[in-house]
């Protein structure tokens, strides 16, 4: 079992930055991925940024040049650097831990809300 716990959302002007952080516990040796999506209000989930553990990095296109994934292994931690914030990045952020065997954990997520 793995636990995660987003934290970092909150409500920001346009063009401002958010830092969001995913704390994980439990059974983190076997986490193969780590991924952060959202859920726009009327949306569906998007991934959005992935991180394998051997660093390497993964967005979605409409994200590139704004969002930054990284990891601090001393830390179990991953982190979303959020640049230039749009209103239409507003959504809840999760994050995902999948294992080698398929399995995915998920954290509670963490709401972050763009005024323009």
């Known amino acids: 079992q793995v636990q995660l716990v987003e934290s970092g ?24 991925v780590m991924d952060w ?10 991934l959005v940024a992935t991180i394998t553990s051997g660093g390497s990095t993964g967005y979605v296109d ?9 990891r601090d292994n001393a830390k179990n931690t991953v982190y979303l650097e959020i640049d230039g914030l749009k209103p239409e990045d507003t959504a809840v952020y999760y994050c995902a831990a999948s294992n080698n065997n398929g399995d995915t954990y998920w954290g509670q997520g963490t709401q972050v809300t763009v005024s323009s």
Request: with cysteine.
């Open 62 to 70: 409409s994200v590139k040049g704004r969002f930054t994934i990284s």
């Open 9 to 32: 959302g909150g409500l920001v002007q346009a063009g401002g930055s958010l830092r969001l952080s995913c704390a994980a516990s439990g059974s983190i040796s076997s986490i193969s």
């Open 37 to 46: 999506y959202r859920r726009a209000p009327g949306k569906l989930r998007e």
